[in-house]
């Protein structure tokens, strides 16, 4: 059976709620991401970052597990450090999701029994994706990906072949204050998100 890793990449954010510290929002998002991975049945969790989120990623790990240290934010630097790890397939994951359903990042994985690549957008419209999967070691042209810019057309365009690259279900980012409203009070999860909202 393939060894899975799901990787979350921390990275800044660039928007908060009106009224909420940025580093409180950006721990928020994170924790909750990271709580979900490390309660995958089918995949093994860990953290990727850069020297700037190095203390972040300390902050919000769970005991024993691995964080990546990269030396640029790149989803290829993060699978690289995977496959360094003796993985099979590795997905890495926006750290600003903190609502995501454990059956999204099944079918961004899923994909990859046939396909080499899986790319999952930023729900409804990006920009960016909200993550990448692939089988390890990585093909070299995804290399520079950035989960803030890039989007499923050019890693399709990238690749040798378009049929490669398997276009998984997207989900949306909290990037502002339209994807704020998005929100379902109903879902359960992203606790720590939804108790700093409740607190402003």
Same mark, same amino acid.
């Given at each position: 059976?393939?060894?899975?890793?799901?990787? *979350?990449?921390? +990275?800044?954010?660039?928007? !908060?709620? &009106?009224?909420?510290?940025?580093?409180?929002?950006? *721990?928020?998002?994170?924790?909750?991401?990271? =709580?979900?991975?490390? /309660?995958?049945?089918?995949?093994?969790?860990?953290?990727?970052? *850069?020297?700037?989120?190095?203390?972040?990623?300390?902050?919000?790990?769970?005991?024993?597990?691995?964080?990546?240290?990269? &030396?640029?934010?790149?989803?290829?630097?993060?699978?690289?450090? !995977?496959?360094?790890?003796?993985? =099979?397939?590795?997905?890495?994951?926006?750290? =600003?999701?903190?609502?995501? &359903?454990?059956?999204?990042?099944?079918?961004?994985?899923?994909?990859?029994?046939?396909?080499?690549?899986?790319?999952?957008?930023?729900? &409804?419209?990006?920009? +960016?994706?909200?993550?990448?999967?692939?089988?390890?070691?990585?093909?070299?042209?995804?290399?520079?990906?950035?989960?803030? /810019?890039?989007?499923?057309? /050019?890693?399709?365009?990238?690749?040798?072949?378009? *049929?490669?690259?398997?276009? !998984?279900?997207?989900?949306?980012?909290?990037? +502002?204050?339209?994807?704020?409203?998005?929100?379902?009070?109903?879902?359960? +999860?992203?606790?720590?998100?939804?108790?700093?909202?409740?607190?402003?």
């Amino acid at each position: 059976m393939a060894r899975r890793l799901v990787v *979350t990449l921390l +990275g800044p954010v660039h928007w !908060a709620p &009106p009224g909420t510290d940025p580093i409180r929002w950006q *721990t928020a998002l994170a924790e909750d991401v990271v =709580d979900l991975i490390a /309660t995958l049945s089918e995949a093994e969790p860990a953290i990727a970052a *850069t020297a700037a989120e190095r203390p972040l990623a300390d902050a919000v790990a769970w005991p024993g597990m691995p964080i990546y240290d990269l &030396p640029v934010r790149t989803v290829g630097a993060a699978l690289a450090a !995977a496959a360094a790890d003796g993985y =099979d397939q590795a997905a890495v994951i926006v750290a =600003d999701a903190p609502d995501l &359903p454990g059956l999204i990042l099944g079918k961004l994985l899923r994909p990859l029994s046939s396909r080499k690549v899986a790319v999952a957008p930023a729900a &409804p419209t990006g920009p +960016g994706l909200f993550g990448v999967a692939s089988r390890l070691p990585a093909p070299a042209w995804l290399t520079e990906v950035d989960l803030d /810019t890039t989007d499923a057309d /050019t890693l399709r365009a990238a690749a040798p072949d378009p *049929t490669e690259v398997a276009v !998984a279900p997207g989900w949306r980012r909290l990037r +502002g204050p339209a994807d704020l409203a998005t929100l379902d009070v109903a879902v359960e +999860g992203w606790e720590t998100t939804r108790a700093l909202l409740s607190a402003g």
